[in-house]
């Protein structure tokens, strides 16, 4: 009797269980029903409409970089678009609270503002507390950063960028002290706008203030524009800005008045007319660095090529290459954003000011979605190189040559498409990138630029030579492409082709 009432039991568990299975499969959100209501009553999240930075989003590391970086944790009003994201923790919590910036959709050219969003523990979950206008007007050219400016380890919220007037801007605010008991979150101490570059300008700390035991002294902030007293365009003034204790608020503590080059005038007003394109021209092409004696230093330059919408810069026997993505004109040149072409998470900013009519004045910001800093090693002065020169520089951005042929090696098999793409099949492991066939010197070169992102100065970007081979012009007269290639590594710079001495690789066509 007690052997039979065991079977019941199993048989009845074991419908059942059946039952529950079947249920679970024919209807697979039913427990989860209660859990979706939730999602439903969560905020809305409003992304941004249009897309400020080109990002391979079929590369994961990519693609989360992007989503943090524009990823709002709290809804925007109607017809307020997502600009940038800043994630940081303010108040110390466990938490992590975001700065973020947006503007209106009525006009691009509306002030951008601030929202601070913070994790409400009543509610649970984000909100918008605090809003703010900085006083850029540029969406393109926003930066958010955060630093400890008056040395009392409290962060600051710093947003630059450009207002209407092609002046560079900076606003800061100051997460609000616990002993002045505001009713906000954080407070204006500075809003500047100026002809010229503004920076922050930093000074060493001591060990007592890096271990957190105690407070340093404050950062000044340098700003440069036009000498309003001077008939010579050039001329600029410098203004320091100081903390000043008293009044919470960054206030003017030194002028000092530079003096610009004595030049043609008419032709200065030409290229500070602000006419879109004329200063674009005139940056046109390779500039080489001036060191400190005035002297040109061949080992580093910047290659501006605008019609191709691309940056070049070269220096420590590393090729860097950046999209030429916006630029607006300043009082003194311009101002131009960039991305890597290989890690597009690395944006860079650089201000442009003319100091001859052969001469330039870069100041360069780094931008890696976790602070903005000045990257030394590219400010400067640039003096344009020879004629001969330039020409030969704009050899590495002439229009690309793409074929349509496949060819199997060493390497593996790689597929040249062309639209200008290529497939390379290395046993099973599959690389795309784009390719481009152009000339140097009278020689013929092979470019590939794979679309993984690389962490590497240079990017992944390889130059082969097709060795034996000198371009001419017949060959591009119709013939098919090549029955073989051998392609030497090699890397392009002011000193022309230097071969990387890592031996020739050789292809033969194939049959598709």
């Keep these: 009797m007690k052997g039979n009432f065991t079977k019941i039991i199993t048989i009845i568990v ?82 992590e609270e975001q700065i973020a910036a947006y503007r209106m959709v009525i006009e691009d050219k509306n002030p951008v503002y601030i929202a601070y969003i913070d994790f409400d523990e009543s509610l649970g979950e984000y909100r918008r507390v605090w809003n703010a206008q900085t006083a850029v007007n540029y969406a393109g050219a926003v930066a958010i950063y955060t630093q400890d400016l008056i040395g009392d380890h409290s962060p600051c919220v710093l947003v630059s960028g450009m207002n209407g007037e092609g002046r560079h801007t900076l606003t800061v605010f100051r997460k609000t002290p616990a002993e002045l008991e505001e009713n906000v979150p954080f407070i204006k101490i500075a809003e500047i706008r100026m002809e010229g570059t503004i920076t922050v300008q930093e000074t060493n700390r001591t060990q007592a203030y890096q271990m957190g035991i105690a407070n340093d002294k404050s950062f000044s902030i340098v700003a440069y524009g036009h000498d309003n007293e001077s008939t010579n365009i050039l001329d600029q003034i410098e203004i320091i800005y100081a903390y000043n204790t008293e009044s919470g608020f960054y206030e003017e503590s030194k002028v000092r008045r530079i003096p610009g080059i004595q030049i043609e005038q008419q032709r200065v007003r030409e290229l500070l007319s602000g006419k879109r394109g004329v200063f674009e021209d005139f940056i046109d092409g390779l500039w080489y660095y001036v060191d400190t004696e005035g002297m040109i230093d061949s080992r580093q330059y910047i290659y501006f090529n605008p019609a191709n ?27 131009i954003t960039s991305q890597n072409i290989s890690v597009t998470t690395l944006r860079r900013s650089l201000d442009i000011e003319i100091e001859s009519l052969e001469r330039i004045r870069v100041k360069v910001f780094e931008d890696v979605r976790l602070k903005l800093s000045v990257n030394a090693l590219w400010d400067g002065s640039y003096r344009k190189a020879p004629s001969r020169e330039i020409t030969a520089s704009k050899t590495i951005a002439a229009p690309a040559t793409h074929i349509d042929a496949s060819y199997e090696g060493s390497i593996g098999r790689i597929r040249f498409f062309p639209d200008g793409f290529y497939e390379l ?88």
């Design 309 to 335: 919408h691309e940056i070049i810069f070269y220096g420590d026997e590393v090729q860097q290459i950046f999209t030429w993505q916006n630029s607006n004109t300043t009082r003194y040149g311009l101002h």
């Design 425 to 512: 099949n290395s046993r099973g492991n599959i690389r795309k990138g784009k390719y481009s066939f152009f000339l140097f010197n009278d020689k013929k070169l092979l470019e590939l630029r794979p679309q993984e992102p690389v962490a590497a100065p240079g990017g992944a970007r390889e130059t082969f030579l097709i060795a034996d081979a000198v371009y001419e012009q017949e060959e591009t007269s119709g013939e098919g492409p090549r029955e073989s290639l051998s392609l030497l590594p090699v890397r392009l710079g002011v000193r022309g082709i230097q071969d990387l001495r890592e031996g020739t690789i050789s292809l033969l066509l194939a049959a598709d």
């Design 14 to 95: 074991f419908l059942f269980t059946a039952l529950c299975i079947a249920v679970l499969m024919i209807y697979p959100d039913f427990f989860s029903a209660q859990k979706n209501e939730r999602v439903r009553r969560q905020t809305r999240v409003v992304l941004p409409q249009t897309a400020l930075v080109n990002v391979n989003m079929q590369d994961t590391a990519e693609r989360l970089a992007y989503e943090e970086s524009m990823n709002i944790k709290a809804s925007l009003d109607e017809g307020e678009i997502l600009v940038s994201v800043l994630n940081d923790n303010f108040d110390g919590d466990p938490m």
